[in-house]
């Protein structure tokens, strides 16, 4: 078992930026990928940023240049810093670790609003 615990979203306006942080505890197998996805009201979860254990990074083409997720290995915690946020960036932002095992963080809201 893996649990997830995020923290760090929060109500922002446009522009502005956010840093999401999930630190995972349990059974670290490697390698794993860890990553974030969103779910805004009335849409499908979908994928924002994932991350290996290996430091290979994914993004989704809405976010690839203004999101950078990383990662302390050592730390088992996976970091979104989300710069230039917009409005339609408003969802739950779920934090996923994935080794032989999904496993989802409980979500924590990011608002973009003025």
């Known amino acids: 078992q893996v649990q997830l615990v995020e923290s760090g979203g929060g109500l922002v306006q446009p522009g502005g930026s956010l840093t999401l942080s999930c630190a995972a505890s349990?059974?670290?197998?490697?390698?794993?990928?860890m990553g974030w996805y969103r779910q805004a009201p009335g849409k499908e979860r979908e994928l924002v940023a994932r991350?290996?254990?290996?430091?290979?990074?994914h993004y989704a083409d809405s976010v690839r240049g203004r999101f950078t997720i990383s990662r302390d290995n050592a730390k088992n915690t996976v970091y979104l810093q989300m710069n230039n946020l917009k409005p339609e960036d408003t969802a739950l932002y779920y934090c996923?670790?994935?080794?032989?095992?999904?496993?989802w963080g409980q979500g924590t809201q990011v608002t973009v609003s003025s």
């Open positions: 996923n670790f994935f080794a032989y095992d999904t496993y």
């Open positions: 349990g059974s670290i197998f490697k390698p794993n990928s």
């Open positions: 991350i290996i254990s290996t430091g290979s990074t």
